[in-house]
């Protein structure tokens, strides 16, 4: 006979520590009790998490539980259901243990959740429930031994529910949970209520006891002193654990011998038992068995891991042994306090330990719950939306024929990757497509517009009719434009998607909103550069909200995209720019659900399908030759013979989040410049300063900066509010492209850089403007040939063409630092895209504080009434116009002077004046020759007086601002010139 | 006594089949000697490419024969002087047993390069150069029994070399090779030669028989076949090698019995022994004797590996064998024959892959000898190489001081960098900026000029003062420009240089130039996307001479780049787009040249880099807020203090490449257009086929499209000269960098997409302005809103503005097919940039094919001697004019028409013409109103009529071509009333 079938004789009944599914199902557990003496099992959290998560054997059940419905089932009640199957099964199985010892023993004990450990009254609640739940006599509750759990012990063994006290290191905290038992049953016998019916046992931790003192007793070992501490430390390693269990066991015999005790017993009561917990010896130098050969004794449980059973049957002793030592266990106890040793703290640190050890693989569990209920939740969702998005391929195919133009076949390969997102995955909201507390989708593959229409129509999001693409007052246009109210940005001009989501995610984030952002690219965009400036950004920035989709059909416009369906190289390359990244069949609605669910965290993440162009529809599936074509009719219903007809309409239920943090606007205080007369302040840094002081009062600006905010001196605002500055690095497309996210999310952005960077992004503010978000601001430091040393490629001389082309635009162009303020306090206030050009080097203070600068207007600085000749300037020149006045006045010529500060719109009246009242005007820009100011004044004037531009015309070089001005013929002398050649 | 002791009992020398330097220093080949009976070595290349390769022994030796020169000596020189080292000392240590046997054995074996196998003169001048070269009588020269070498080993043996025959696998070429024996004893006899001098050896070889003709009998050894072949193949297996020895033995019998050979060997002639070679067993479950034991007998070498040497010893049993069973032998070979087996190809593929089996070790050998060359021969260069970054450094730090601005820090970080690239690793020519058969260096960091300015000035390639930096006139610009004759192209726009460096590379591939392209880019400069869409279009096009190297100083202009000093996210995101890398301390010359010889091969390379911005100076090393600074004197003073002064002055001798392959431009005939009148067809057609018909007589012109070539029609040149058009794909920012690339490098590159998507690449074209190529040609094609359905992101609407613009453009606007080839035409052959607009409808042809259309001009479409007024059109918008012209006429108005297809420069005396004769002029443009031809024109004309612009000025919509062109005012309806406005 193995020792463990005789540790019953000596009094003690060995129970185990551990319970799975697969130990009830393959008769393992049920072979233990018969055969080999076992006569109880506990559980925990932890053990629970093991068996569930580390193994298929509940999956079946989890599955049965998540049922059809969504949203899924609490978790907490999936994991109740799943527990307590377990739990009363193991009771049936030690039923008769339980019956032979007429409920001494033959227990399974279920702990409440470790997140009540503090929490007398739920404690309570869970633990009736529970009791309720399991029905079964033989099953305890476990309930841990904190201060808030012995009224609860003590409740609930009133009320009959048996109680495994866990969580036990200290004596004194052992003699409470005594206590609470004896008050119990005094209540019960005071109530009337049988005694013999409730069962107790008090749960006493040894191993983790000695792992904590004996790194404490470590640290008083040492060989770098020479007077030994008294005891010696190492002598007592190992030993704390043994004697504090067997000092409590001293405690446990004097209450039953006492006679409050004897009372009860006499009355039927049953004696709580004395369990040892945490029995594995986790010190390999130790002994396997240790903790438990020395605690055998009457009245004990000890409750052991497969592996200590195994030790203890192999090569365990067996023999009375709980009453040796004591002496020793008193030495043991009183040495720990002799080197500074507080036991107290100790088992305290232990216990909350002990709460955490639980909490951790509890919360784990959760979330793998969470997840496998997503999983089976998905699956039931998969058959609906795979009809879903045949409806949708159904409706491409059918529109773009109707519309005899259009891209069916990138839409086809992206229905399924739509039809997961608008119908299941994305939180929105088909009746409100302002709503801002949702998740957003942005089509970065703008020519797959149809399946976007699509899936807002199937929706009931758009009621319009598909059959009106591409017409002429149709919200359905060719690619995605603001004029569809659910468009947040225009897209078609590949690899812009994703920049204008990373702008929507920061917005989200500023404003607290835990929405996603969802955008779906193409693998032949990702050539794009700006796609990988934007990844880039979006790791930085942490946007853990972003998903991408990159819809890897394979084909470009003109044949295969440059890798095919290597998905491998997408994955890589995001990979390496900082992201998650997940490879699926982007036909598999299951796999795709299932990359959603997972990308919901760890993001930003990328979801690389693999899909196939024309998918659906056997003669357009991975066929070459299709891009950009709509099907003749003929073909169109031979399409939709092979999708054939679902019968299924899908609605999507508005999903919001609720979530929104948004401060108040205040009224913007006028600004107040407070320079000097004549102080010689730079444009660029007058921007600057207005930018701080409008923070304060505008909550929503944000400011963008291509990692040059001392030279834009936006550096000012970053400063004092880091949280509204976004350090864009040199990337001029995604600088923009982020902007552009964040102005049509309520934001006020401004982004700056030189002005001779902004050309890098110009397709991305070409498509600012078909946005048309309410403001977005762009300021050009830096401007013209006046920037001197560095030469031509910093210079800005084409940035007024690029900004006046636009429809729309607002052109402003300061020439001191009030103007400068004033502009840009009109600039953020100002519908649509502003650009501000600034200027590098400092310039006089030409105006007074309280100036005004209407936008569309100008200043006339110099004039008489018998003003001659006219002279236009902006910006940098505007000095020059008014030194060359002073110089042709002292000539006797005398000549006006106007600050075209706004350079569009245009000033036509105070211009067309001039050209009434004078012979002549030149107009003088630090800007090429075409596309500035002079061709807008010409322009405008339309023909009633001779406008001479001086402007910049040839290749610049590098010099001081003075020669540049002269070698470019824009300076004072120049203008005299131009002015005398007049005359 | 062991059995090899034995065999020379028998009448069998054995000899050992390998030899290294350790064999020799360690005592080991000695020991073999004296003690173990061994009486020959043998070598080959393979053997030593073991030795030499996989030990450090002779790496010493290899320095030493590197020597300080530059370029390297021949690394096979160095390989001879290797082998015979060993070679010699061997034929040393066997001396001994040579004396004692008067000259039968005591031989060492040296092989001529396997590349001689087929060449009879190189083989014996080889095989006379090395015998003189070791200068030992017992060394036997190794010829492989080729055909070629038949001869080769008469002539070498009748000069008194001593040849071991090698590679022998039939009895009829031993038969051949003992003739030349026989022959070259005869000569010597004859010549009065002694015939004791002279020494053969013909060696057999075994195991590689048994290989292949054992895989040819398993080929029919099958289960699925009822009748048995006849003999057993199975029976077969293992015995061919044994049998072909045997029976070659009886031939060197017959030969050795015959009188002709007597006469020989009365004469004092040995006999030329039988050497059994390749004797290690292959297939393992063989005995590991079995090409020793069946092979003993009289006059016979067995020549083994030590694996061999070792088993025989152990296990080995020695009688006379080797004519033992010939029955067996002979049924062996007619067996073969009777199973198909011809055993004369066996023999035949034998010696080829005998060959084969060399030559792959000999060339990998001399590529590890070129590589340790190259180490060697960078280690001598390593100290002057720092010396020179000194140089450089100082330079950097009193020019930019001097200048009073620059960048000293950037610069600093990478003077190490492009030191090694300046004076040891770029093959270039300091006195020839224009030489193209050189490698060539872009500075993509273009602020770090001033290393660029003092690696020039520095070598002797430039002679201006280094003080002029960033001074008006210098070529020594604030960043790098063509105004120095050594800038291909401007740089300062970060993230250009590698696009650049796309199309040099392309250049050169094109032109049969096997240079190199080194572009320097920075770390902060990654974040730009446009350095992914170079690196991916480097690796689809295989760049393998395209060297990137990232100068990670890990500093950017505000503070720390996003990545700070982390290598490896460069590295890794080069590998995700498909490149080789290389991390290394960009600090670390001898890494630095280690790095750029590994990047020699495999490419396109990126070198990662790790720097210290500011490296050099103490108090700017890593330390920001230095970005863009220059010092004062007084840190200068303190810098160069640090620094210290080196006294080297390292000028850089010319290294050009010689190579260049260009056909010659013929002169281009005149375009035939051949469309009839009133044709409908697009311009981007007439473009297409235009230049379809240059392609042919203009051999530089290359096209470059971004995926829309069915669009733009770049599709028919692609077609037709698939290596002169590139696939950019969606990505135009390399797409015209790329093309700039090409256009300094002398091609004439034609780059095409839609026009608005050339918005995308607007920093490019800016800074191909800049960088002033030769010939420079973008076409923009889907111009204005007549492109229709497909929406406003798609239409070029900007792309005037953007162009004109630019200083020194031409814009050039077609309206028909006719003018559409005629300015294609034209294009390529106009200096500088010029912008050719497409329209996506087809136009009906109005211009006959004689029709020219100067750059500059215009063409009066409609006039009369009494036009009351203008209309000035181009491109799609002439048609709509021409039809107001006639509904006008109708109505008594007359109307003149200009179409303006050469936007700039403009045709102003048409203009003024048109100004001075009728009473108002309209513009009509399908552009944004600002920055297009209506600017032009306004300012054009300066005051004299009014101008009336029609052009779109509201945001389109998706519709038909006639709908946008109403809805947009620049109708035939909007011309006509616009003129009727006029009154």
Wanted: glycine share 8%; aromatic share 6%.
């Amino acid at each position: 006979m193995n020792a463990l079938l005789k540790l019953v004789e000596h009094g003690q009944s060995y129970w185990i520590d551990n319970l799975t599914r697969r130990m009830i199902t393959s008769g393992e557990l049920e072979c233990r009790v018969r055969r080999e003496g076992l006569r109880g099992v506990t559980s925990n959290p932890q053990i629970f998490q093991k068996a569930i998560t580390g193994t298929k054997d509940y999956d079946e059940q989890i599955e049965n539980l998540v049922g059809g419905g969504r949203p899924c089932p609490d978790v907490r009640e999936i994991y109740e259901a799943l527990v307590t199957t377990d739990i009363r099964n193991a009771c049936d199985i030690l039923r008769p243990v339980y019956d032979d010892t007429s409920g001494l023993d033959g227990y399974v004990s279920l702990e409440v959740s470790p997140h009540l450990a503090h929490y007398t009254e739920a404690s309570i609640e869970q633990a009736r429930h529970l009791f309720r739940l399991v029905d079964r006599p033989n099953l305890f509750i476990k309930i841990p031994g904190t201060l808030a759990g012995l009224p609860a012990i003590e409740e609930l063994l009133f009320e009959g529910i048996n109680v495994n006290i866990t969580l036990l290191f200290s004596v004194e905290r052992y003699e409470a949970v005594a206590e609470a038992y004896l008050r119990a049953l005094e209540r019960r016998r005071e109530a009337g209520l049988p005694l013999d019916e409730v069962a107790s046992v008090a749960s006493f931790f040894l191993s983790r006891i000695d792992v904590l003192t004996d790194e404490l007793l470590r640290h008083r070992i040492t060989p770098e002193v020479t007077r030994r501490p008294e005891p010696d430390p190492k002598t007592m390693l190992g030993k704390s654990a043994i004697a504090n269990a067997k000092l409590a066991y001293q405690s446990f015999k004097r209450i039953i011998e006492s006679d409050r005790w004897k009372a009860l017993e006499d009355k039927g009561a049953r004696v709580q038992r004395m369990l040892w917990a945490s029995t594995s010896t986790k010190n390999p130098a130790y002994s396997d068995v240790m903790y438990v050969e020395p605690l055998i004794g009457p009245n004990t449980v000890n409750t052991m891991p497969e592996k200590t059973i195994d030790a203890f049957a192999d090569h365990g002793a067996v023999r009375d042994t709980i009453e040796e030592g004591l002496d020793e266990a008193n030495a043991v106890m009183n040495g720990l306090a002799k080197l500074g040793i507080d036991f107290g703290l100790v088992t305290a640190q232990l216990e909350n330990e002990g709460v955490q050890k639980f909490i951790e693989p509890y919360d784990a569990l959760m979330a793998s719950l969470a997840d496998k209920c997503q999983k089976y939740s998905n699956r039931r969702s998969v058959d609906l939306l795979q009809k879903v998005a045949r409806e949708l391929r159904r409706d491409v195919v059918t529109m773009t024929t109707e519309a005899g133009s259009g891209h069916p076949t990138s839409s086809l390969s992206c229905a399924d990757i739509v039809a997961a997102l608008f119908f299941h995955e994305m939180r929105w909201d088909p009746t409100d497509p302002s709503a801002r507390d949702v998740d957003t989708f942005v089509l970065s593959k703008g020519h797959a517009a149809p399946i976007l229409w699509a899936a807002l129509h199937q929706s009931g999001a758009c009621h319009e009719s598909l059959t009106s693409l591409r017409k002429l007052g149709s919200t359905f246009e060719g690619h995605p434009t603001p004029t569809n109210p659910w468009v947040k940005v225009a897209t078609g001009s590949l690899g812009q998607g994703l920049a204008a989501a990373n702008g929507i995610a920061l917005a989200n984030r500023l404003d607290g909103i835990p929405g996603r952002v969802y955008c779906l690219l193409g693998d032949g965009e990702c050539s794009e550069g700006s796609v990988w400036e934007a990844a880039q950004f979006a790791s930085l920035n942490k946007l853990s909200g972003l998903v991408a989709i990159v819809d890897v059909n394979g084909l470009g416009q003109t044949g295969p995209t440059p890798y095919g369906h290597r998905t491998e190289v997408f994955a890589r390359r995001f990979q390496s720019f900082g992201w998650s990244t997940i490879e699926i069949d982007g036909h598999d609605i299951e796999a795709l659900l299932d990359a959603l669910y997972r990308a919901r965290k760890g993001g930003p993440t990328a979801i690389i399908a693999k899909t196939e162009k024309g998918r659906g529809v056997s003669f357009l599936e991975g066929v070459h030759g299709w891009h950009g074509k709509a099907l003749d009719r003929e073909a169109m219903e031979k399409a939709l013979r092979e999708l054939g007809e679902t019968g299924v309409h899908m609605t999507v239920e508005p999903r919001r989040l609720g979530q929104i943090r948004r401060s108040e606007s205040e009224p913007v205080p006028p600004l107040k410049p407070g320079y000097r007369p004549g102080e010689k302040v730079a444009t660029r840094k007058g921007f600057g300063i207005a930018l701080e002081k409008l923070g304060e009062s505008m909550p929503d600006l944000v400011v963008l900066d291509g990692d040059v905010s001392n030279s834009t001196y936006t550096e000012f605002f970053a400063r004092r509010y880091p949280k509204r500055f976004f350090q864009s690095y040199i990337a001029e497309q995604n600088l923009v492209g982020t902007a552009l996210g964040l102005a049509v999310s309520g934001k006020v952005p401004v982004a700056a850089t030189f002005a001779c960077f902004l050309s890098r992004a110009y397709d991305f503010i070409r498509m600012a403007g078909h946005s048309r978000p309410p403001h977005l601001v762009l300021c050009g430091s830096h401007a013209g040939v006046s920037i001197g040393e560095d030469g031509p490629s910093q210079m800005g001389l084409e940035d007024l063409a690029m900004f006046r082309a636009l429809a729309g635009s607002t052109v402003l162009y300061p020439c001191d630092a009030v103007s400068a303020e004033r502009l840009t306090e009109l600039a953020v206030k100002t519908p649509g895209i502003v650009y501000l050009r600034t200027t590098r080097p400092s310039t006089p203070v030409i105006y007074s504080e309280a100036e005004d600068f209407p936008i569309g207007g100008s200043k006339v600085l110099r004039s008489g009434g018998n003003d001659r000749f006219t002279v236009v300037a902006a910006g940098i020149t505007v000095h020059d116009a008014l030194a060359a006045h002073d110089s042709l006045k002292q000539r006797g010529i005398s000549v006006r002077v106007i600050d075209a500060y706004s350079v569009k719109p245009l000033d036509v009246a105070t211009l067309e004046q001039a050209a009434r009242e004078t012979q002549g005007i030149v107009v003088v820009e630090d800007h090429w020759r075409d596309g500035g100011l002079g061709d807008a004044v010409a322009a405008a004037l339309n023909s009633t007086v001779p406008v001479h531009r001086l402007a910049v015309s040839k290749e610049p070089r590098s010099g001081t601002m003075e020669q540049l001005l002269e070698r470019h013929g824009i300076s004072r002398r120049a203008i005299e010139e131009a002015i005398l050649a007049f005359g």
